[in-house]
């Protein structure tokens, strides 16, 4: 059963760069696509974006020129940066995964909390 | 961009009544929609995926229906640990995007 586990600063000052990693356990980073998505305190959920295993991404039109994501096969890990942070990118950040499904997030990590804040 | 909008934003019901929450697309996602259960400090939980197919160890009381852009999630005799938010959303092939609705809290009556 794959598994994913956010790790990463819980604090970013604005104007930085804001980078988590994910790492996949349980199975091999080898397959599927692996996503971002977060959650701003009280409100819903937005897709940042993917990453293939082979590399290719697709990312939200809304944060596409912040946004970075990035994986490492041999540490089975993928990593999120979004650059020139500002207090409205502080929320929950969630790795997530389509597994065994076509077009829906079957697997999630518990979610890490990042503020944004001088 | 394909709009998601579910309603009502608060759904009120008593344990072991049906519940019925509603999501609709701003233009057709076929039946690429899914739903997930979100409770206070959890990751969201996959319900259904394809519209219609439960997501593994999903109970039966849970069921998706709709196509096109209407869609419903039904909840055929509320427990006490479904009482959450729940959320739609959909995928669209090209360009690939994935977006969310803006959420339906069901509360105890």
């Not at chain 1, 790790?7 to 091999?28: A, H, R």
């Not at chain 2, 997930?36 to 998706?64: C, D, E, H, V």
């Not at chain 2, 959450?84 to 995007?97: E, G, I, L």
């Amino acid at each position: 059963q794959v598994q994913l586990q956010e790790s990463g600063p819980g604090l970013v000052k604005p104007s930085e760069t804001l980078s988590l990693t994910c790492t996949v356990s349980g199975g091999s980073i080898s397959s599927y696509y692996w996503s971002w998505i977060r959650q701003p305190p009280g409100k819903g959920l937005e897709w940042i974006g993917y990453i293939y295993y082979s590399g290719s991404t697709n990312y939200n039109p809304s944060l596409k020129s912040r946004v970075t994501i990035s994986i490492d096969t041999s540490k089975n890990q993928f990593s999120l940066n979004l650059s020139s942070v500002t207090a409205p990118d502080t929320a929950v950040y969630y790795c997530a995964a389509i597994v065994s499904t076509d077009d829906a997030f079957d697997i999630w990590g518990q979610g890490t909390m990042v503020t944004v804040s001088s | 961009e394909i709009v998601m909008t579910q309603s009502p934003a608060t759904l009120s019901v008593s344990p072991g009544e049906r519940a019925t929450l509603s999501c609709r697309a701003s233009q057709s996602v076929s039946s690429n929609l899914a739903w997930y259960q979100q409770k206070p400090g959890q990751a969201p939980r996959l319900l259904i995926y394809g519209a219609s197919t439960r997501a593994t160890g999903i109970p039966a009381r849970f069921s998706g229906s709709g196509s096109g852009t209407e869609f419903t999630l039904t909840i055929s005799s509320l427990h006490s640990e479904d009482f959450a938010v729940y959320y739609c959303q959909q995928f669209n092939n090209w360009p690939p995007r994935y977006t969310f609705g803006q959420g339906t809290k069901l509360e105890i009556k």
